[in-house]
């Protein structure tokens, strides 16, 4: 089935959020089952990313994790999301190093605490079909892609002293001081740096096939 015929296929079945009885999943783990009767959230696609199937529960579990920020409109939640995923694809392809286990760890208890401790941190993962393994693997993804635009792009975006000192003094004003030359310094990076990964996306989602399947 090709991408298009596919989601075609998924709009028609989505149209309406899909719902499932316990009965129907009797694979769950005791502990991850809702009471007898409860009806249980499937899921539903929102974008196709290449061959990457992206679903609503992919959208909660980037907020819960930090991918994304956690709340929004679920259209620029989605938008964000695809973005990882194109980024996800070029670290893949380009077989980026995994992070160090702390700097997993220090993201893990961020989201932990945004989630409201351990426990309720594992109980949302429950919820979205994740295990503590997967949400690590996750988290590490992210950090792979954030080392990746650092070294690639940062380097690249540092503007020269001259640039620095037109820019402090830009509107007429007399000699920097050191606290506008720095200050001036991190506006140039921060706008260079922003449109050197805006065309590095472009050029990613030029060769990628993207499908929005729209909000639930």
């Not at 899921?43 to 061959?51: H, K, Q, S, T, Y």
């Amino acid at each position: 089935m090709t991408t298009v015929s596919f989601i075609k296929v998924w709009r028609r079945r989505a149209a309406a959020t899909v719902y499932l009885a316990v009965l129907a999943l009797p694979a769950l783990p005791a502990v991850a089952r809702p009471p007898a009767g409860q009806a249980v959230l499937v899921d539903r696609l929102v974008a196709i990313v290449g061959e990457q199937a992206l679903t609503w529960r992919d959208v909660e579990a980037a907020r819960l994790l930090g991918s994304i920020p956690a709340t929004g409109p679920a259209a620029e939640a989605i938008d964000r999301l695809v973005t990882r995923e194109l980024m996800h694809v070029e670290v893949e392809r380009l077989s980026v190093a995994a992070p160090i286990g702390a700097a997993v760890d220090e993201r893990m208890t961020r989201a932990q605490q945004r989630a409201g401790g351990p426990e309720a941190f594992t109980r949302v993962l429950r919820t979205l079909g994740l295990s503590e393994a997967r949400a690590r693997e996750w988290v590490a993804d992210d950090l792979r892609m954030d080392v990746y635009v650092d070294q690639r792009f940062t380097a690249a975006a540092q503007p020269t002293d001259v640039e620095v000192a037109r820019e402090a003094t830009r509107g007429g004003r007399g000699e920097p001081t050191p606290d506008q030359l720095r200050e001036a310094r991190r506006r140039l990076v921060q706008a260079r740096r922003t449109a050197l990964v805006a065309d590095w996306l472009a050029g990613i989602r030029a060769r990628t096939p993207v499908q929005i399947a729209g909000t639930p």
